[in-house]
Each structure stands twice: as C-alpha cells, then as structure tokens.
C-alpha cells in the first residue's frame, strides 16, 4: 500500500514538474517586444513621467486655451506646468478610485490600449519591412507635382463590369454611354486628384503608376467590392524649383511610397490572419440593431455632438449604447446576433466589443438603403480588428512603452478631470467650468496646484535642456484619425492652471 502511494506520489509530482516546465517554456518563448527609444522630459518620483513626444503631441494636436497658446517661452512653461498639474491630480485621486473600478471605462482604456497596440504592430509587422527601390522614388518623384481632372463612376455590378471593363479603355467615347446605362445621368460627377492627396492605395497606384493621356479611360481599378471607372480629363503638374521644395517633394514621396508599401504588406498579413474565417449574421436580429444604430449614428442632433467635449465617450457611442440597454425584449441581450467560425456572439458581447471598439462607417453620408450593407463593414471591420488584437497580444505588444504611456495619457486625463470637479464641489465652486474658467483658475485652481507642487516639489524633476530645445506650432489644431475606432489622437489639453513658475522643478541628472 505504501509502494503503490509513494509511486502515486511520484507520478503527480512529475506532472507538477511538467506542467510548471512547460509553462515556463511559454513564457520564455515569446519574444520581448521592440521598445522603441523615448526620451523623458519629467519625472515625477516613481508615480509618473512625461516623455518629450508626449509633451509636443498633447500641446500641439488639440487647440491650447488662449493663456498658452503662443509659441514663447512663457506659454511654454505654462503647457508644461499644466501637463505636470495634470499628472500630480491623477495621483492625488489615486489608485484606487471608483472611476478605475468602472467596467466601462476599464473596456475604454483596453480600447485604446488594443487601438494603440494595432497601431504599433503595423509599424513593426509592415511599416518597417518596407525596402524602396531608387528607381520607384525617382518614377515618383516626377509625379509627384500632378493633379488630375477626371472623370469617374463607381459600380458593384459585375456583369457590367464584364462588359464594360475591356470596351471603355479601347473606346474612350462610350464613357458617358456607360455611366447613363448605370445611373441614368448624362454627366459623370467629376474631381481633382493630387499625388499627395490620401486615396485608396489601388487607385494611386492606378493614376500615377505611369503616364497617360488626355481623354484615355483607366482599367477598372477594384476598391473592395467596388470597381471604379476614371476617364482623364486633364492635369497640370506643380514643379519644385528651390532646393527646399526639391527636399520636402523627396520627403514626400519617400513617406507616400512607405505608406503604400506598407499597406499592402499589412493588407497580406490581415488577410493571413483571418483567412478561413466565416461572418454569419442573425438577420432578424440584425435589422433590429440596423434600425436602431442608423438612428443613432445618423440622426444625432448636432448639438449633442458637441458636447463632447470633456466626455469619457463618443455621443453616438453613448447613445448606442443607451439604445442597446433601452430595448425591453425580454433576453434580446442574449440573443446571437453574429457567429464566427460558429462562435456566437450574442447582442451583449457586442455591446461590450463597441465600447472596446467604436464602431468605423466608412461612409458617413448615404441614402438610408445603404446603411446595412455599411453597418455589416463596420462590423466586419470590428471582428477583423478582435482577431488582429488577439495576434498583437501574442507578440507582447501591450507591454511596448509607447503603448502602455498612450494608456496612462488617457487614464490620467480622466482621473485628473474628476479630481479637478471634486475639488471644485468641496470648495463650493457652482459655475459653469468652460464659461468661467479664466476667474475658477485665478481664485482656485492656480493655489490648489502651487499646494500640490509644494508637496511634491523634490520628487519633480526636469530635463532642461530638452526642454529648452522645444519648438513649438502657434496655429490651433485638432488631430484626428477619421479611420480609426478612437478618433482623438490626444485628449483636450489640461485646463488646471494659468501660472508660469517652474520653480518647484529640479534638474533631471
């Protein structure tokens, strides 16, 4: 009996021993991300730092309060004063704030961790293994001055594609004969298009692979499951004559060949990603949630869309949401609403997936017929963006340095937002912050935070020189990527203090 439990013994610990050896194979196996280089401008003990890319992007893609708004030394040092306020609330409400216990916003924050990680892994998986050939940069260059005048029309009509798409090239002049055919309309709709200009990669290459003719028919170019006809009406070229547009011209066309290049290595590796994968809808639940989302995405009444300002969310996120919540079928939320290679996803997993992963229509203006054949894209291009975020999990990328700071840069923003109102509601402050904030700043928030730099005054520290070296843009923007599921690039600037001293900072060794 003892023989046979010593042996039982044994054998179990020997699984242990395999199960702990594997896993610790696993681990070892994955390869350390990339950390890109990042130069820190602040560092603040061991709570938080400010990187210099950081620093110029919060103060440049959103438009700066008017006390800070100039490229001086001066409004300099308030934008850096007010980004290190920011941080000093963030800790000050610390990290066990309910707003961090908050379902929906901790699936905001994966939100923008998983966009950023995309982002990243694009950059290393694409960006990077791009190789130009000299003999492409200078066919480019040539062209890179030229705007065309064209005509064109879009189908999805492959039997008139068939017919058509050998005939209009050799027969110029049956260009408005098809297009009447197709819409009933005379005038094909016409446009300019410059080499510089952000179109589809097959369309550029189709328009400045090579030189053409005026009046000369393209072939078809396919642009998803459309294909579009463009008929040249003429062009002009703009020609760089100093020295420096000769240099910028060069750039350019160095950065728009990467671009090109790029995505048609990350359109491969996508394409790899998902092949096989099969998008099968619930239709009846799907023309439930087609009728609501068209409401919602495209009758929002454009005074709540600007309201934005200062929310955690999107309005029409906030609203499709509420809609969603709002429907009172009793286990609607159950429901399969899509499968995937037979996985089900139910109308709550994909409530929860929009908060991740904001829906993207790719066309914002169309007839109400259209709106399904568009919601089924944008929620094709959410399942295609699950599977691309699981391979970035793979690869460690949520541990790269710039993606965990993109997350900190948004999570601190919050906090600090809800730290300024709750200070402001304990000193009895009743006005409308954005209409009063010059007298709130004066009166309140400038001594809050000189207490707050007292406080933690020696932990403070900054690279002088780097920031001595900051050039920064006097002109008001606000930068955005239309494309992507998180539009703002960075969150609104900081308003949390008008005051000039950096005298509570130390220089960074």
Sequence with gaps: MFTLEKSHII???????????FAIFIVCSTPEPQQPAEKILVEIGDKATISLNEFIRRAEYT?????CRMNTYLHKKIILNSLIAEKLLAIEAGENHPLLQDGEFQLF?????????????????????????STDIKRAYKLAGREYEIEYFTTSDTSFVNYYKNRLPAEPDLFNEAFFQLAGDSLPPERTVKWIDKEHANIHSALFGREFQIGQVLDPVQVENDYVFIKIKGWHDEVAFTPKQQQERRKNVTEK???????????????????GKRLDFNQDVFRKLSDLFFEVYFHTDRERRDQIIEKVWDVELEDAKSAIDNLSEEGFMQQTFFTVDDIPWTVADFRKAIVRHPLVFRERKMPSNEFPAQFRLAIADLVRDHYVTEEAYKKGYDQVNIVQR???????????LVQRQN???????????????????????????????????????????????????????????????????????????????????????
């Design 11 to 21: 054998k179990t610990l020997w699984r242990i021993a395999f199960v702990v050896c």
């Design 63 to 67: 438009p700066r309060p008017d006390y």
């Design 109 to 133: 924050l994966s939100g923008r961790k998983e966009q950023a990680m995309r982002q990243w892994m694009h950059h290393v998986e694409a960006t990077e293994k791009v190789a130009l050939d």
């Design 257 to 275: 060949l990467t671009s090109l290049q790029a995505s048609t290595i990350w359109n491969a590796r996508v394409a790899d990603i998902m092949r």
């Design 406 to 416: 993109n997350v900190r840069m948004w999570q601190d923003f919050y906090l600090a």
């Design 423 to 509: 200070y402001l509601q304990t000193v009895g402050e009743k006005r409308p912050f954005l209409q009063n904030y010059h007298a709130i700043l004066e009166e309140t928030l400038n001594p809050y935070v000189r207490e707050l730099q007292q406080k933690y005054y020696k932990q403070i520290k900054l690279d002088f020189q780097a920031f001595e070296d900051i050039s920064l843009a006097s002109i008001d923007l606000f930068v955005k990527q239309p494309e992507m599921p998180f539009k703002y690039v960075v969150p609104m600037f900081p308003i949390v203090t008008s005051e000039h001293l950096i005298d509570y900072v130390t220089r960074m060794e």
